[in-house]
């Protein structure tokens, strides 16, 4: 089950990366469930696909659709999936070029992302699905 999640999660960032939102939103489960980190600016907790693809839609919009992510390390494990990505982006207005890592762990169920986590390091998301080396 690992590896179909780990391709599950692959095609929602390519999705992302061409701009197929509708496609990336499909693969929610209804009661999908986001949470960043206490201390992040956005922290907090975002229940069901609307709050969740929202979230998404108002980040993407800073940036005018120029985001773009570059998987450094997607594993899996169980239901659970663990991704290393590169965020690249422009502001919408400024035009600035931003980038940086993000970490994540997904856990999927019935073939849909069931809960998203955002992690302060890779460490942090390897420890939250049982992978720490």
Same mark, same amino acid.
């Given at each position: 089950?690992s @590896?179909?999640?780990?391709e599950?999660?692959?095609e929602?960032f390519?999705? #992302?990366?061409?701009g197929?939102?509708?496609?990336a939103?499909?693969?929610?489960?209804?009661d999908v469930?986001?949470?960043?980190?206490?201390?992040?600016?956005l922290?907090? #907790?975002y229940?069901?696909?609307?709050?969740v693809?929202?979230?998404?839609?108002?980040w993407?919009?800073? *940036?005018?659709?120029s @985001?773009?992510?570059?998987?450094?390390?997607?594993?899996?494990?169980?239901?659970?999936?663990?991704?290393?990505?590169?965020?690249?982006?422009?502001?919408?207005?400024?035009?600035a070029?931003?980038s940086?890592?993000?970490?994540?762990?997904?856990?999927?169920?019935?073939?849909?992302?069931?809960?998203v986590l *955002?992690?302060?390091?890779?460490?942090?998301?390897?420890?939250?699905?049982?992978?720490?080396?």
């Open positions: 089950m @590896q179909e999640n780990v599950i999660v692959r929602h390519e999705a #992302t990366n061409r197929d939102y509708a496609f939103v499909g693969q929610y489960a209804d469930e986001l949470v960043l980190p206490p201390g992040d600016l922290s907090g #907790t229940s069901g696909r609307e709050a693809s929202g979230f998404f839609a108002d993407f919009r800073a *940036f005018g659709g @985001q773009h992510f570059d998987l450094r390390e997607i594993r899996g494990v169980g239901d659970a999936v663990v991704v290393v990505a590169r965020h690249e982006a422009r502001g919408r207005r400024s035009g070029a931003i940086g890592e993000f970490f994540y762990s997904y856990w999927l169920s019935d073939g849909k992302i069931r809960r *955002f992690h302060a390091s890779r460490d942090d998301a390897l420890d939250a699905v049982g992978l720490r080396e």
